[in-house]
């Protein structure tokens, strides 16, 4: 069983930052590939970002160049920085982490751009 949980949304100007965290637990035994998704109402959940279990990254190119994906495999953990943030960038973002040819999920953090 593996457990993720986000933290670090909230609500932000327009032009600000804000550090997604996701924290994973559980079952973890191997450098699993994890990845930011976000989702506006009843929309599609949408790649943000991924990265490899060797740290090789991808972005959406609506993020590219503002938000930086890292992880840090001694403590489990998955970190997003989103910087110049905009409006369009509100939505609910998850961690996601791949094993085994399964999807594991979080609950979701809001993240808010508005003046």
């Known amino acids: 069983q593996v457990q993720l949980v986000e933290s670090g949304g909230g609500l932000v100007q327009p032009g600000g930052s804000l550090r997604l965290s996701c924290a994973a637990s559980?079952?973890?035994?191997?450098?699993?590939?994890m990845g930011w998704y976000r989702q506006v109402g009843g929309k599609e959940r949408e790649l943000v970002a991924s990265i490899s279990s060797i740290g090789t990254t991808n972005y959406a190119d609506s993020v590219k160049g503002r938000f930086t994906i890292s992880r840090d495999n001694t403590k489990n953990t998955l970190n997003l920085q989103m910087n110049s943030l905009k409006p369009e960038d509100t939505a609910v973002y998850y961690c996601?982490?791949?094993?085994?040819?399964?999807?594991?999920w979080g609950q979701g953090t809001q993240v808010t751009v508005s003046s």
């Open positions: 996601r982490l791949s094993k085994l040819g399964k999807f594991y």
């Open positions: 559980g079952s973890i035994f191997d450098i699993n590939p």
